[in-house]
């Protein structure tokens, strides 16, 4: 299976050395029918974290139970045969090691790449890191390099999980603004007036028209962050700041399932004072909209990191 898991950055300490419980899931950013789960198995040893297990099942599958790969991977935590057999275990108690059961995957996930951290304790460096190169490059080269081998893969692979990671810890102090926030508000106010078209991306065969997603997506191609083309993709760009930390070009997401982020369904881009830019439904056009409605499920300041890592497919 490909595991993914990664680190957060919380108060200057990376709390994939904590452990502890000292990491809180973002609000909504994992389903509900699996949080508790993740929250309670994040914490299984000093190299996890809840936001770290979040960013490995969503990296696997999408959250998606029933999810196969072509590579026979299996469950919500993607599990090939042969480790499943080595490495899952009975989460639940009921007596049945079953891959396609989210109660005894995600416990399985967290056992595994806790054993794959017990494996290299002892080399210096971040445990976090070591762990997630471990699964990459093999323990070995994590031995025999003390660290993080110089390899350009594993040194990417650390990098794009512990950035997707971030988008599912809850940030326990202001987040950065982003650079590229003029730029894409520049090119959605640009667009005020155009008619909504469903699966638009404002291609010429389309009439430069655009629906939610497509207008975000373009915003940010053209400040050179490729972000995915679906809105609650979308919401893994980045971390996620309050309501009252809200800058001109965070992302605004409206859902009818307030406990997860899977069930988005729709973005806008925010300018300020309550309000966003955002291509709202058919028959309508890009305009202005307020925010502060009952669906209204939270923000994300886009990352370049952030964007980078974020799966193709889930």
Not at 90 to 119: E, F, H
Not at 138 to 143: L, N, R, S, T
Not at 235 to 243: F, I, K, L
Not at 272 to 277: A, D, L, Q, S, V
């Amino acid at each position: 299976m490909l595991l993914v898991v990664g680190v957060y950055l919380v108060a200057g300490n990376l709390a994939g050395g904590a452990g502890g419980g000292s990491v809180s899931l973002a609000k909504g950013a994992v389903p509900a029918a699996y949080s508790s789960l993740v929250q309670k198995w994040g914490n299984l040893c000093s190299a996890l974290n809840p936001a770290l297990l979040a960013a490995q099942l969503y990296q696997e599958s999408g959250f998606n139970p029933n999810a196969k790969s072509p590579a026979k991977a299996e469950g919500i935590a993607q599990f090939i045969p042969g480790t499943w057999a080595t490495h899952g275990i009975d989460g639940n108690g009921d007596g049945v090691r079953n891959v396609w059961d989210p109660n005894d995957a995600i416990p399985s996930a967290a056992s595994y790449d806790c054993q794959l951290a017990s494996y290299v304790k002892d080399v210096p460096g971040n445990q976090s890191e070591n762990m997630l190169a471990s699964y990459n490059a093999g323990a070995y080269a994590v031995i025999k390099y003390q660290g993080v081998p110089p390899y350009a893969e594993t040194k990417n692979y650390v990098k794009t999980i512990t950035s997707l990671e971030q988008s599912f810890a809850a940030p326990v102090s202001r987040v950065d603004p982003s650079e590229q926030a003029a730029t894409a508000i520049n090119y959605a106010q640009k667009k005020l007036g155009t008619p909504y078209l469903w699966g638009g991306n404002g291609t010429a065969d389309q009439g430069g028209r655009f629906d939610c997603s497509g207008l975000t997506k373009a915003a940010f191609e053209s400040a050179g962050i490729t972000l995915p083309r679906v809105a609650n993709d979308q919401y893994n760009a980045g971390p996620h700041p309050q309501r009252a930390e809200l800058l001109p070009g965070d992302l605004v997401f409206f859902s009818d399932d307030l406990t997860n982020s899977r069930a988005i369904r729709h973005v806008g881009i925010y300018v300020g004072g309550g309000y966003m830019i955002d291509a709202p439904r058919t028959g309508a056009v890009i305009r202005f909209d307020p925010i502060d409605t009952p669906d209204y499920f939270g923000a994300t300041r886009v990352t370049e990191d952030g964007a980078k890592a974020l799966p193709t497919t889930v």
